[in-house]
């Protein structure tokens, strides 16, 4: 039975466009939403969402936390150690799905100019996700390169979800057989032109795929914010590509399907944190 999933969103923000156009949010029941936070407010906003959400029948809510790569360079040293700080809490209290969105972002110059701050706050990240034993959701942003020195750490983890997947197929590939439990998430660039998202939603195994929607942040051609709304559009494209590929789960609800068992496997850690 399908069940539309979304592997990397942020409803905080979400809410707070929601409010500047003056209308208000939808807040799901029937679709399984992994919520990501830097800021303990945003992750404490996201608990009592899921809260709301919660009863018999309902998708569950995935709670991620982590230091967002851009941090170093938009917010500064003291706010990256306030969220590492608020992300061991978490973890110790068992009050996290995953650690993330963590990683590197090389887009820009002043991104790049934190190029050693970003390998410091990964890092002390990483170790964290090593020793809870969660998940982890990457942001690689002209920065696949620099995942490569921490593979042999990466494939101790339960999964590791690579949000926005940047890469072709042949670079998923290559990383699944270093042994990295790894889920492919792809959002709104497979409606675009984005070559290396439409090649890697034809081509990439059925059982390594997530659908995103990076809500607000990754909208559709022509939308100025992202949403759960664009789901389907997603899932409808995916599907198109593989059948144009001929790749397997090409009909949509068989593909739903298949991405929501992607979805409850690579969080499974983090959703039975008893």
Not at 29 to 51: F, K, N, T, Y
Not at 76 to 101: I, K, M, N
Not at 175 to 184: K, Q, S
Not at 231 to 236: G, K, N, T, V, W
């Amino acid at each position: 039975m399908g069940m539309l999933t979304d592997a990397h969103c942020h409803p905080f923000f979400m809410i707070d466009n929601a409010l500047a156009e003056g209308t208000g949010i939808r807040l799901p029941r029937d679709i399984a939403v992994a919520a990501s936070g830097w800021e303990l407010c945003q992750h404490e906003m996201h608990e009592g969402m899921a809260r709301a959400a919660a009863g018999p029948g309902s998708a569950p809510w995935v709670l991620c936390f982590g230091c967002h790569p851009q941090q170093p360079a938009s917010e500064g040293a003291a706010s990256c150690r306030d969220t590492l700080d608020a992300l061991a809490r978490l973890a110790e209290e068992g009050r996290l799905s995953a650690v993330g969105e963590a990683g590197f972002d090389l887009y820009e110059e002043r991104y790049r100019a934190t190029e050693e701050a970003q390998e410091r706050v990964f890092e002390t990240q990483l170790d964290i996700a090593c020793a809870r034993g969660l998940p982890m959701v990457l942001h690689l942003r002209r920065a696949l390169h620099k995942l490569f020195p921490y593979v042999h750490r990466l494939k101790n983890l339960p999964a590791v979800i690579f949000h926005s997947w940047p890469g072709s197929p042949d670079e998923a590939r290559a990383i699944l057989r270093r042994g990295i439990n790894a889920y492919f998430a792809l959002g709104g660039a497979v409606c675009g032109t984005r070559k290396n998202s439409r090649a890697s939603a034809a081509l990439l195994p059925a059982d390594r795929l997530l659908f995103e929607t990076d809500a607000p942040y990754q909208p559709l051609p022509g939308k100025t914010c992202s949403s759960w709304d664009e789901l389907p559009a997603i899932r409808d494209a995916v599907a198109a590509l593989r059948r144009e590929a001929g790749s397997p789960r090409g009909a949509p609800q068989e593909l739903e399907a298949a991405v929501a068992e992607n979805f409850f496997r690579a969080y499974k850690k983090g959703l039975n944190r008893e």
